[in-house]
C-alpha cells in the first residue's frame, strides 16, 4: 500500500489506535506514556485482542507496548494471554548494551557508582526492563540480543497456538528502526553496512523467520499485516531513516523537521504490506487511501468478530481492498497534532482525496538543531499531493481549485469533530509517580536484576 498512514505521528497515540480503531480524541491518548505513568489506554476502551479473546482466539503481543505499564494497563490486562516485551520505547531506560543514539548515551551505572550522564536525551536512573507476562526476567536488557529473543518467542507462539487448533493473534511491535540502534560496530570492510541499514537488515530476517513460522504451520489460513507506527524520528540524525520522498519542502524551508511528530506526510505515512496466501493478490501495488485506524474493523470483520458497541470508529473495513475487489479507501483522513504544533491530538491537518490541508504548521527538532515555528492558517494551506508529494507549494489563494476545495475540506473536518462530540469518548490518566517505575530490586543502582 502506497497510501497508507499512521494514525498519528507519534509513539502511543498510534498505537492506541492501532489497538482500538479510534482516534486519540476519541480513546483518550493523544501523546506518550512515560516511565513514571500511573495510567494508560483507558479501561473503557475495548482492544483488539479483548474482542478475539472473546470470540475463541488465543492472543499474544511480543515487543514494544507503549500504552501503560502499572496495574491495570499491562499488556497482560488488555486481552493478551502472553506478552514478553519492553513495555515502552527501548530508549526510555538505560541498558549496558546503550547501541547507537544521538546523542550518544551511556551504560547503566553499577555498583554503588551513580550515573554521570547529564544528557537530557538520554535515560541513566532505571533500567530498561523486558517482561514476561507479569514478571520482569531481565533488567537491563541486552538490546544486542533482543531481536533473536522476539523472534524465538514469536515462532514458539505461533507453533503452540497452532497446536491448540484454536485462532490466533499475534502484535509484534518491533525495537526497529527506533534509536538506540542495536547491533555490533560496522566494519572496515567494503561490505560493512551502516547502524541504519544493519537494523534493517535484521528487523527483515526476524519478519522473515515469523513468516516461515506462519508458512509451515498454516500458511493458506493465516493473514499477515506489516506497517510502522511513524515517520522517522529526524532529530537522530543518520541514524533515522529517511522520508523517502515525503520531504515536506514548505516546512523544511522555513525550520524544523517535517517528519515524526509532525503531519506532514513524513511524520505519518508508512510502508505497510499485506499477506495471505490465496486470498491477498500477490504482485500488487495499492494506491487506495488507507490507514493503520483499519486493522482493527478490517480484522474483526474477517474474523466474523462483532464490533464493540456503544462506540463509534475511524477506521473501515477494507478487507475488499485487501482482496483485491476495490480500490477505494477513505475518502477523508484526520490527522491529529503529535507535539511539533498546536493541541495533542486536535484534528487540524485533514486529507481529503487528493487534497491535504493544514490549519496549522510547525516543524519537530531537526537534525541541525532547529525546530519550525507553529503558524495557525485561518485560511487553509492546501497541497495537491497527486502533483506535489513533497508538499513544496500550496495551491494559490485566490485561484479557483483552492475555492472550490475549501468547503468540501471544512466541512469534511465539521463532520468529524460533530461525529466525535457525539461520540462516547475516554480520558487517559496521564499523571505520575515515580514508584510506578517497573523495577525489579530498587535496592541495586538502576533497579537491576541480579546476576543470574
Not at 555498583?111 to 530498561?128: I, M, Q, T
Not at 529473543?149 to 503452540?160: D, L, M, N, S, V
Not at 470483520?301 to 473501515?316: E, I
Not at 475540506?409 to 463532520?415: E, F, P
Request: hydrophobic fraction near 35%; aromatic fraction near 8%; glycine fraction near 12%.
Amino acid at each position: 500500500f502506497v497510501d497508507f498512514h499512521a494514525a498519528a505521528s507519534t509513539c502511543s497515540p498510534s498505537r492506541a489506535a492501532l489497538l482500538t480503531g479510534r482516534l486519540g480524541l476519541r480513546n483518550g491518548v493523544t501523546h506518550n506514556f512515560a516511565v513514571t505513568s500511573v495510567g494508560g489506554l483507558p479501561l473503557n476502551e475495548t482492544t483488539l485482542a479483548e474482542v478475539l479473546r472473546g470470540a475463541g482466539y488465543v492472543t499474544g503481543m511480543i515487543g514494544k507496548w507503549h500504552l501503560g505499564h502499572h496495574g491495570s494497563y499491562h499488556p497482560s490486562f488488555r486481552g493478551f494471554d502472553y506478552y514478553f516485551g519492553v513495555p515502552y520505547s527501548h530508549d526510555m531506560g538505560c541498558t549496558d548494551t546503550p547501541g547507537y543514539n544521538h546523542p550518544p548515551c551511556p551504560a547503566c551505572p553499577r555498583g554503588d557508582r551513580p550515573s554521570r550522564n547529564l544528557e537530557r536525551d538520554c535515560y541513566s536512573d532505571v533500567a530498561l526492563p523486558l517482561y514476561e507476562n507479569l514478571n520482569i526476567v531481565e533488567q537491563p536488557v541486552n538490546l544486542s540480543a533482543l531481536a533473536q529473543k522476539y523472534a524465538e518467542k514469536a515462532t514458539q507462539f505461533i507453533r503452540q497456538a497452532s497446536a491448540s487448533g484454536r485462532p490466533f493473534l499475534l502484535y509484534v511491535g518491533l525495537a526497529h528502526m527506533h534509536v538506540p540502534l542495536a547491533g555490533p560496530p560496522p566494519s572496515a570492510g567494503p561490505g560493512s553496512l551502516r547502524p541504519y541499514s544493519a537494523g534493517l537488515r535484521e528487523m527483515d530476517r526476524l519478519v522473515g523467520q515469523i513468516k516461515d513460522t506462519v508458512d509451515l504451520a498454516g500458511k493458506n489460513n493465516t493473514f499477515l499485516w506489516f506497517t510502522g507506527d511513524n515517520g522517522p524520528w529526524a532529530q537522530k540524525c543518520e541514524l533515522a531513516g529517511s522520508a523517502g520522498p515525503f520531504t515536506g519542502l514548505w516546512q523544511a524551508r522555513r525550520g524544523g523537521s517535517p517528519a515524526k511528530q509532525t503531519t506532514w506526510e513524513g511524520g505519518h505515512r508508512v510502508p505497510a504490506l499485506a499477506y495471505w496466501p490465496g486470498r491477498v493478490p500477490v504482485n500488487v501495488t495499492s494506491a487506495a487511501l488507507l490507514s493503520v485506524l483499519d486493522i482493527f474493523p478490517t480484522v474483526l470483520a474477517l474474523a466474523g468478530a462483532p464490533l464493540p458497541r456503544g462506540r463509534r470508529f475511524d477506521g473501515l473495513d477494507v478487507s475488499q481492498v485487501l482482496f483485491g475487489r476495490a480500490q477505494t479507501g477513505h475518502r477523508a483522513l484526520f490527522h491529529p497534532n503529535s507535539g511539533a504544533a498546536g493541541e495533542d491530538g486536535a484534528l487540524q491537518t485533514v486529507r481529503l482525496e487528493r487534497y491535504k490541508a493544514f490549519y496549522v504548521t510547525g516543524g519537530a527538532r531537526a537534525c541541525d538543531g532547529s525546530v519550525g515555528p507553529e503558524r495557525r492558517h485561518e485560511r487553509p494551506l492546501i497541497f495537491d499531493l497527486e502533483a506535489d508529494l513533497a508538499e513544496a507549494a500550496p495551491l494559490a489563494g485566490g485561484g479557483a481549485e483552492y475555492r472550490a476545495v475549501v468547503p468540501r475540506v471544512a466541512a469534511a473536518l465539521a463532520g468529524a469533530l460533530d461525529d466525535i462530540a457525539r461520540d462516547r469518548v475516554s480520558r487517559a490518566d496521564y499523571s505520575q509517580d515515580p514508584s510506578v517505575r517497573p523495577c525489579c530490586d530498587p535496592r541495586r543502582p538502576a533497579c537491576r536484576c541480579p546476576a543470574a
